[in-house]
């Protein structure tokens, strides 16, 4: 959709209601309404939308040929260029759909694809994209299917004596093996900053939550890192990393990490996957909460999942509640067991978060005055390298010492305490 800015898509966004026991993956009020955002975020005009109640998709057609007939007379009526789905389809239901309704189609996963193409900032990020783009279409070409050249993708040139369906095919393998490469070589790069980082025992904090909850703003006003931050979804794709001062003199790095969203593609998940490496490597995860949005607890359960998935749910998290500041917010009772509420627009709250986040990564210092006998002398050797001198006196019982020291230097400390 982002091939032609100067005309916009006319969309009819379609769903189908299943039951299913997973609500969160089902297609409901709210999931049509973040549908609907998504196409308003690719440049699209919604001219109105269909959901139908119905126990299991149907397989040729998602949700019936009599239901596709309805839509193509409103499309028609409505002069509507495109259909969105709720769900994912397979190469031959969108074969079939644009067959029937004479109007071209495309899924959730198309739409989501799209938008990451087009915000997509750095080297990585375009290929990242790229990659979920080619492992997406690949089972999709299915031959007719017309909607498969609004994505891009990299279909390439016909070999001698083959089919241009073949040559499409051979062609989006092989560059999928390129970019799986090219990707990989970039996440060998990133681990190396990483063990740099632990080699430094740098302790990382890493920005999680929903699209559009706050993640950008907050890390601006925690850093000053001067990141886009609008009110939009996936406004932001690629991590950015910054460095932050704690209380105790310490500096951490905060990492922010593109935003989730419920029924996000799976092949999107994989080839982001070195970049999502940035929280499940890290110390803490900040668990960013648009709290004045009314699916904030389904949001919070799409979170909380993918995390699990990514093998980072047992992690220290500090759920931080943002957006305070809108009219109409009413607290609500902090579910998890360290949480903070917060304005990162107004910077409401965030000494309190600093404060908590202080307490949860590794490495806290404590302020200690000593009094060490000149016997032990070689223990400010240790204070230097391991701790922070602040300052010294020399008086007639010993070296009278003011120093910042972590949990373990403060155990070989204790008992010169003043």
Sequence with gaps: MYENSEQRERVILVGAHRNLQNHLEDTSAESMHELAQLAETAGAEVLGEIVQNREAA???TFIGEGKLLEIKEMAENLEATLLIF???LTGSQLKNIEKITECSVIDRSALILDIFAGRALSGEGKLQVELAQLKYNLP???GGYQSLSRLGGGIGTRGPGETKLESDRRHIRSRITALEKEIAELSRHRELLR??????????AALVGYTNAGKSTLLNALTDAGVLAENML????????????????????????VGFIRKLPHHLIEAFKSTLEEAVTADVLVHVIDASSPEMENQIAVVERLLHSLGCGDKPILSVFNKCDIAGFTPRPPLPEKAVYISAKNGDGLETLLSQLDELLPGKRRKMELLIPYTDGNLLHTIRTEGELLSEDYTPEGTAVICMADAALYAKLKKYQR
């Design 58 to 60: 149907d397989r040729a």
């Design 86 to 88: 709720d769900d994912e």
């Design 140 to 142: 999709r070409l299915t």
């Design 195 to 204: 063990a740099r980082r632990r080699k430094n025992e740098v302790p990382t």
């Design 234 to 257: 996936f406004a932001t794709l690629d991590p950015t990393v910054r460095a932050l001062s704690m209380e105790d003199g310490r500096e951490a790095m905060l990492i922010d990490t």
